[in-house]
């Protein structure tokens, strides 16, 4: 199921659209590490690698791809008979938690290449840089897929909702206003990122905790959003009407 999840995900001609975003950022990135000069790449880094990589690039392609997991069964008609087998519930969500939050990666690593380029142009730690993108990436991914795919099953305006919670959300009042910034993936993964600086340093916005702190809550926000999911696919609206 994993596998079929997968192929249907990556090998159609919207997530080929999607998939040049992150190319398109990555390129623009290697461009800049190689001809700008490192006092600028200091200033650029942060808020590509952070602000641009993190909270919209990974979340967008999350986005598209925890939403489509479910709705590509409701357009086709397959969902009422997934659902009429016996397969364990919390296993049909797993396997398609699983082959979008694996697409999100795979689809993203254009933009990480250029952005671990460019941070390690600007002087940083080639090391760090790679381990910290990589590190946000998969926690940032995880939990933004668990997230959309739980909305997917909870309204038929997925997509529109959370179009709105990564632009208005993650890209406005949680980035800008302090107190919200603990009720946003994106901030927790750019935390990540900025062990790269000193924790008096960090040259974007992050959430109020440490990194480890950071790695805790996208783990519980992942596995607390499954579970709900898990939860709901009974009930979940298996007509291509219920699609987002």
Known sequence: MFGLGLRALLFRSRTIALALLP????????????SAQQSDLERVYPRLGADLFVSQLVALVALVLGVNAFDDERDSGTLPLLLATSTPRWRI???KLVA??????????PGLVGCALLGSQAGLSTGEVWGSLFGALLLSAAGY?????????????????????????????ATYVKSL?????????????????PDKGIPFKVADVGVTGAVVVLVAVSAVAAVLAVRRLPHVDATASGAG
């Open 93 to 95: 969500v797993g396997a």
């Open 23 to 34: 190319l398109v950022v990555g390129a623009i990135c290697a461009a800049l590490a190689f």
């Open 181 to 197: 910034r603990n009720l946003s993936i994106g901030s927790f993964g750019r935390r990540l990122i900025g062990s790269l600086y």
């Open 145 to 173: 897929v668990a997230v959309f795919v739980l909305l997917s099953l909870l309204t038929a305006r997925s997509l529109l909702i959370g179009l709105g919670y990564v632009v208005v959300w993650e890209g406005s009042f």
């Open 100 to 109: 979008a939050w694996v697409a999100t990666v795979l689809i993203s690593l």
